[in-house]
């Protein structure tokens, strides 16, 4: 039975007709007058993209050799073994060569620390290489370790016919990686808004699912909502859900046995995204041997269904009239 539930965390006294969820998956929520705190730092790297990310160890490699070698050139070369004797630019080079020797702690044995001052100064900026190496080796792991799910819902949900003369809201998704996903639970949530209430608050259903979890993520899946008479979607026109800005939103949890993670993945409808009087057209086929094959690319694809008989007595979705 389909109930209305308090505010999962999106939101109750909020007006527009912006989603909830954007097709990529991300929560449409923007933000301002938040503060950094130095916390936020690795939060931030972990979050970048590997262009961004990349381009920001290189340029900190960059700045710390040249803060190093504007030291030892202030110092003076010349207390730097081997350096070469000549005009500022030799010097420079010289200087931040041995910076990014010591920095690296790679010391090719040429240029050596030629007095105690640039002895301690060497010194420091060692030290320094192992502390920036060390973060950014333990940040660079964290990146590759972090799971990114690659769960594909399909581009569009279908009002189909179901069982015992009742049409369903389903949706479909599928693992695209050959990982093994295990333990996975999906929830389906209807938000609506009532156009009558100045205010527009938003209202949120819980959806009951015909399967809400499996054990193995296998194959695809796909989520069904029977269209019971107590469900919130009997009764209702499609003008009834663009009216009430209807949004559903599918939140899935699962965990991933390869690297032993659970993750979430996340996914939302509006009424032009729903197809009436078509079904999802298989995905998998099975050989002579008795082996499975699943093909991925059609978890999009959808075929013509005729409706029961509840639906037959109204027009198309699209012209906005009847029941769904």
Not at 101 to 129: F, K, R
Not at 148 to 158: D, G, L, Q
Request: charged content about 15%; glycine content about 8%; aromatic content about 10%.
């Amino acid at each position: 039975m389909a109930r209305q539930i308090s505010d999962p965390g999106f939101g109750i006294k909020l007006g527009g007709t912006g989603r909830i969820v954007k097709r990529d998956g991300t929560l449409n929520v923007g933000r301002t007058g938040d503060t950094f705190h130095t916390s936020d730092f690795y939060h931030m790297l972990l979050m970048w993209s590997w262009p961004k990310y990349l381009s920001f160890t290189v340029a900190l490699y960059v700045v710390v050799n040249a803060i190093f070698g504007t030291i030892y050139m202030v110092i003076g070369t010349h207390q730097i073994l081997n350096a070469t004797d000549g005009d500022w630019w030799m010097e420079l080079s010289d200087a931040m060569f041995f910076s990014a020797q010591t920095l690296t702690t790679v010391g090719y044995g040429n240029l050596a620390p030629g007095s105690p001052l640039v002895s301690g100064i060497a010194s420091l900026e060692a030290l320094a290489g192992l502390f920036i190496f060390g973060i950014f080796t333990g940040i660079s792991y964290g990146r590759f370790s972090r799971i990114k799910p690659r769960i594909t819902f399909s581009e569009s949900a279908v009002l189909a016919p179901h069982r015992d003369g009742l049409n369903a809201f389903m949706c479909r998704l599928v693992n695209e990686r050959s990982s093994v996903v295990m333990d996975s639970t999906a929830n389906l949530i209807l938000v609506m808004q009532d156009p009558k209430e100045p205010s527009h608050n938003r209202r949120y259903y819980q959806l009951p699912l015909d399967i809400s979890h499996i054990s193995s993520l296998a194959m695809n899946w796909t989520l069904v909502h029977t269209i019971t008479s107590d469900s919130p979607l009997s009764g209702l026109h499609h003008g009834d859900l663009v009216e009430r800005n209807a949004e559903f939103l599918v939140i899935l949890t699962a965990f991933d046995d390869t690297v032993g993670q659970q993750f979430y993945a996340r996914y939302s409808y509006r009424p032009q995204e729903v197809i009436e009087g078509a079904r999802f057209e298989t995905m998998f086929e099975t050989s002579t041997t008795g082996d499975v094959m699943v093909h991925v690319d059609r978890v999009h694809d959808t075929v013509p269904a005729i409706m029961h008989a509840v639906a037959l007595e109204r027009a198309p979705l699209d012209e906005g009239s009847g029941p769904l």
